[in-house]
């Protein structure tokens, strides 16, 4: 996705060429604008409670399984053939439940992907809204994410219009924008999964500070 996000920033500069210069440039922090959002921390609360009910499920269905491994390695040496035959199946079905059940519920595309998805897809369409005025206001042509694919190895702060969006959000206040603290036991996005939303992004590049005008080099004199 990085890749596809710089190859996709590469391509709008050979686009524009020499007119690159004339075109308005902006960006936001669209994962500290979502910690902002009420919407969207209570879609991550919800999700964290459904996250680890199925977790418990999972946890109950092992303790089961471990349950007739135990009574299986007790009983072996009483059993026949058959009856052996009959309860390694046994064990071996519900490990193959608890496998499948994982892999529906957590896996990729799974019910909690898309159960997410659908929780925070209010709060993303508001932002998206919120960014959209923004751009039209401001005159913008393009908007780019800090929090994104697109790699910002220098950003200026006169181009952060993520203040602005709080402002259309109705969320800007002293108070409110300043980092959002992120629940102790929150899901972590994979990359594979819906818009990644990187805690940090890359620090920026302070410019070297150029030598004062006025002051003069010293000059080193050859010994005859």
């Known amino acids: 996705m990085k890749k596809l996000g710089c190859f996709l920033l590469l391509c709008l500069f050979i686009l524009f060429g020499k007119n690159v210069n004339a ?30 009910s199925w977790q418990k499920e999972i946890e109950n269905m092992r303790a089961e399984l471990e349950k007739l491994q135990k009574s299986y390695q007790a009983e072996e040496i009483l059993l026949t053939p058959d009856m052996k035959t009959k309860r390694q199946e046994q064990i071996n079905r519900k490990d193959t439940e608890i496998r499948e059940f994982q892999r529906k519920m957590f896996g990729f595309e799974g019910a909690l992907f898309k159960r997410r998805q659908e929780l925070i897809r209010p709060a993303q ?13 401001r005159g913008l042509n393009f908007m780019f994410d800090k929090s994104g694919d697109v790699v910002m190895l220098y950003t200026d702060p006169r181009h952060d219009y993520t203040e602005f969006v709080l402002e259309e959000l109705g969320l800007a206040s002293k108070e409110q924008n300043t ?9 972590v996005d994979d990359p594979a999964d819906v818009p990644p939303l990187p805690e940090t992004a890359a620090p920026a590049i302070t410019p070297a500070k150029a030598k004062p005008s006025g002051q003069k080099v010293p000059v080193k004199k050859k010994n005859n």
């Open 23 to 52: 075109q308005r440039f902006g960006y936001i922090d669209s994962g500290f604008i979502l910690q902002k959002m009420p919407a969207y921390t209570n879609a991550q609360t919800e999700v964290e409670k459904l996250s680890q």
């Open 125 to 137: 369409d508001q932002l998206f809204e919120a960014v959209e005025k923004i751009v039209r206001q």
């Open 179 to 187: 980092a959002g603290a992120r629940p102790a036991n929150a899901l």
